[in-house]
């Protein structure tokens, strides 16, 4: 059974920084496409950042300076961190797993920038 599970989430200061892992069992993450997506209030969801199997990286432009996509193969684990948050980074973060036999998302975890 296929399980991404998202933690590190949780309320942080604008101008702070914030590191969020996505353990994933039941597949290999290194051969998928892994990438972070999120939500915020009364919006769709936005893709934040996606690590492919070969390395290549793509970022959303509004966050290309601000957040860094990595990974772990030996850990089975994907990270996003994020610096300069701002109020408007307030979201759901979703990490998804994504190859031709099958896409996978996690349940997400809560990001809130706040004073």
């Known amino acids: 059974q296929v399980q991404l599970v998202e933690s590190g989430g949780g309320l942080v200061q604008p101008g702070g920084s914030m590191r969020l892992s996505c353990a994933a069992s039941g597949l290999n993450s290194g051969s998928y496409a892994m990438a972070w997506y999120r939500q915020a209030p009364g919006k769709q969801r936005e893709l934040v950042a996606v690590?492919?199997?070969?390395?290549?990286?793509t970022y959303a432009d509004s966050m290309k300076s601000r957040f860094t996509i990595s990974r772990d193969n030996g850990k089975n684990t994907v990270y996003l961190q994020m610096d300069s948050l701002r109020s408007e980074d307030t979201a759901v973060y979703y990490c998804?797993?994504?190859?031709?036999?099958?896409?996978?998302w996690g349940k997400g975890t809560l990001v809130t920038v706040s004073l």
């Open positions: 998804n797993a994504q190859k031709t036999v099958g896409c996978y």
């Open positions: 690590i492919m199997s070969g390395g290549t990286i």
